[in-house]
């Protein structure tokens, strides 16, 4: 994606818009910025759809929801070790799990969340 992030964009973005970003900027997909998010109650349950009106007709994107999936936050842990990402995104997860304000231990870094892991990846991959 063209648009720069900054640390605090990446923290208070909503599930929807980490999934976009992860899908653009980790798995270098199709940018999906110009696309919009619909809710479709008969796709496949761990994806999101995003889609785009154009002059002839609706261009439909699929990707992964990341950010609210197990499964699919493991793929993205999967390319962040692809990358050799691991130890920056080690230090961000801790520092996201940490912005809670609740009391963190070991515990908590090994149950971080889809959400949790999805952001901590992005500040990784985007080094900020």
Not at 29 to 49: A, N, Q, S
Not at 94 to 106: A, H, L, S
């Amino acid at each position: 994606m063209t648009k720069t992030l900054t640390r605090e964009q990446v923290l208070a973005m909503e599930p929807v818009e980490i999934d976009r970003y992860i899908h653009s900027n980790l798995f270098n997909g199709e940018d999906l910025t110009g696309f919009k998010y619909m809710h479709v109650t008969y796709t496949i349950p761990d994806r999101r759809v995003f889609v785009k009106e154009i002059d002839t007709g609706v261009i439909w994107r699929e990707c992964l929801a990341y950010s609210l999936e197990i499964s699919s936050a493991w793929e993205v842990e999967k390319k962040i070790k692809e990358l050799r990402l691991q130890a920056k995104y080690c230090t961000a997860l801790k520092q996201v799990v940490v912005g809670t304000g609740e009391y963190v231990g070991m515990f908590d870094y090994i149950h971080a969340t889809p959400e949790q892991r999805c952001k901590a990846a992005l500040l990784a991959v985007l080094d900020i």
